[in-house]
């Protein structure tokens, strides 16, 4: 006998295989989840407890883990989100929860970003309207999505079903995605990833803290901040470019994002006091930054530290994965 054919439809949607979207008990599940989500966006900022005890309703896992939705925010049915500790979700953000979606600890969402891990049957016929035992549907699966500790989407970003986000693992394999998806004339354009890349998590950190300065009206400062990154870029690159050579230019770039990302975190505190896992996040930049070191200079045992250093990354955010998955076997 098929075991597959004796589980219930819930439990073929949020295990990713294909499931019929009008089951009773999907539907069921999918009115309360958008009544809780509908209750929390109508509530007033100023009954403050009760739309946070709203939003941990909506998202049970939410629950003593310091987490916070700017209203308006649209999920489907909320009991498939599980989040860490200290996450902040920006306004107009959409999680489509229909497999799992886990963020890590000290994870930053911006506004209008969407976590969207439904999917169709790639096969015309298989995705449209066909009459089967239980009636004319479609049918449709789904691929779950995890965020990392310490990771932050910026505004507009779109995440589909299947992905996991990491910094460290695009470092590490760096050399290996450039000789996979470009010309051998491109290969030694590898080398700016590591810096690049340090430099975009860093920028995105910086426009989140940006995002405190436009809510409480202090955007003045947003532009100060900015222009002291500025002028650190362009000394920079005025410094390494002739030493370093294009180098230089990543390497000035990784420095005053991170520079502007420390200034606003100390500003925005003083405006809107928020928790932050220092002790995380210097941890996690110092692995990355040895990660990067090594394989930039190619020092001795270089593969070696990009194992170790992806390794310690895994560990650092091992208890948010086994807080998840705690919560997610809880709850089978």
């Known amino acids: 006998m098929d075991k597959s054919r004796t589980i219930g439809e819930w439990e073929r949607m949020v295990s990713g295989r294909l499931y019929t979207p009008t089951d009773p008990e999907i539907a069921k599940r999918h009115r309360v989840g958008m009544r809780r989500c509908d209750r929390f966006n109508r509530l007033p900022l100023w009954r403050t407890k009760t739309k946070q005890r709203a939003l941990e309703r909506l998202i049970p896992s939410a629950k003593g883990k310091n987490f916070e939705a700017f209203a308006p925010f649209y999920c489907e049915y909320g009991v498939n989100i599980y989040v860490g500790r200290n996450c902040f979700v920006n306004y107009n953000s959409v999680f489509l929860d229909v497999a799992p979606i886990t963020l890590g600890d000290n994870v930053l969402i911006g506004p209008n970003v969407t976590l969207t891990t439904p999917n169709h049957p790639f096969i015309a016929e298989e995705r449209a309207y066909t009459d089967y035992p239980n009636g004319c549907h479609a049918l449709e699966y789904a691929e779950p999505i995890t965020i990392g500790d310490h990771c932050w989407l910026c505004a507009g970003a779109t995440v589909c079903g299947g992905v996991t986000i990491g910094a460290g693992s695009i470092i590490a394999f760096s050399p290996l995605l450039i000789r996979l998806l470009a010309d051998e004339p491109y290969y030694e354009a590898w080398q700016y990833i590591p810096l690049l890349t340090l430099s975009m998590a860093a920028a995105a950190f910086s426009n989140f803290m940006g995002s405190v300065y436009v809510v409480t009206k202090k955007s003045s400062v947003s532009f100060w901040t900015s222009l002291i990154g500025a002028l650190i870029n362009i000394g920079l690159n005025l410094w390494l470019i002739p030493r370093i050579g294009i180098q230089g230019a990543a390497a000035a770039t990784f420095a005053s994002c991170l520079a ?73």
């Open 260 to 332: 502007v990302f420390l200034v606003r975190t100390v500003s925005t505190r003083r405006l809107l006091p928020f928790s932050l896992s220092s002790r995380k996040l210097v941890l996690g930049i110092s692995a990355l930054l040895v990660q990067t070191a090594f394989i930039l200079l190619r020092w001795p045992g270089w593969i070696a530290a990009q194992a170790l250093s992806l390794t310690f990354l895994f560990l650092l955010g091992l208890p948010a994965i086994l807080s998840t998955a705690q919560v997610v076997l809880h709850r089978k």
